[in-house]
């Protein structure tokens, strides 16, 4: 079956960095566009970063551009996002997701990120 895991969040001070890592398994990794997703508390899910199947092609929100990084390594199943500067407004459950038709998508259950002081 379908297994999205991520890890890799936890507490960290303004301006600091973190390192998400989804690990994918019971489907053809390599063959989809991965996104990472967050949800803030009290607000809607939005989409933070995507990357092609084969890494050449990604897509930020604006507001993590030049701060946040979204790649994956095909050979491990793994799809990354590395955190950097960050901002309390970043806080967030952050979330790997897969569409694999346009009407069937699969969710990890999420990685919270704290950034306080």
């Known amino acids: 079956q379908v297994q999205l895991v991520e890890s890799g969040g936890g507490l960290v001070q303004p301006g600091g960095s973190l390192r998400l890592s989804c690990a994918a398994s019971?489907?053809?990794?390599?063959?989809?566009?991965m996104n990472w997703y967050r949800q803030a508390p009290g607000k809607e899910r939005e989409l933070v970063a995507s990357i092609s199947s084969t890494g050449s092609d990604t897509n930020y929100k604006d507001s993590v551009k030049g701060r946040f990084t979204i790649s994956r390594d095909n050979a491990k199943n793994t799809v990354y996002l590395q955190m950097n500067s960050l901002k309390p407004e970043d806080t967030a459950v952050y979330s790997c997701?897969?569409?694999?038709?346009?009407?069937?998508?699969?969710w990890g259950k999420g990685t919270l990120v704290t950034v306080s002081s």
């Open positions: 019971g489907f053809s990794f390599s063959s989809y566009t």
């Open positions: 997701m897969f569409r694999r038709v346009p009407s069937v998508t699969y």
